[in-house]
């Protein structure tokens, strides 16, 4: 897809892992959500995705929650 002029290299609702996707250590796709860790101590926790063609710049947009813990090992 494009938009003002740009394409995009991915885009996801998060109703499964994307294509292309790896999730590694704690990282799961729940509820719509990319979830990296939960809030229990000694979590980790990442995913690369590879994109569908090479580009020389990119952009990312997204959302961010960090809570619901009472603290962090690190």
């Known amino acids: 897809a ?3 002029g740009r394409r995009s290299l991915f885009a996801s609702d998060f109703s499964s892992a994307p294509t ?7 990282a799961s796709v729940t509820g719509g959500e990319l ?5 229990i101590n000694s979590q980790n926790g990442w ?15 997204f959302i961010q ?9 690190g």
Do not use: F, R
Not at 20 to 26: E, I, M
Not at 35 to 39: Q, R
Not at 65 to 73: C, L
């Open 47 to 61: 995913c690369a995705m590879t994109p569908a063609y090479t580009t020389d710049a990119w952009e990312a947009n």
């Open 35 to 39: 979830v990296l860790t939960s809030a």
């Open 20 to 26: 292309g996707s790896t999730l590694s250590g704690t």
């Open 2 to 4: 494009q938009a003002n």
């Open 65 to 73: 929650y960090i809570g619901d813990g009472s603290g962090a090992d």
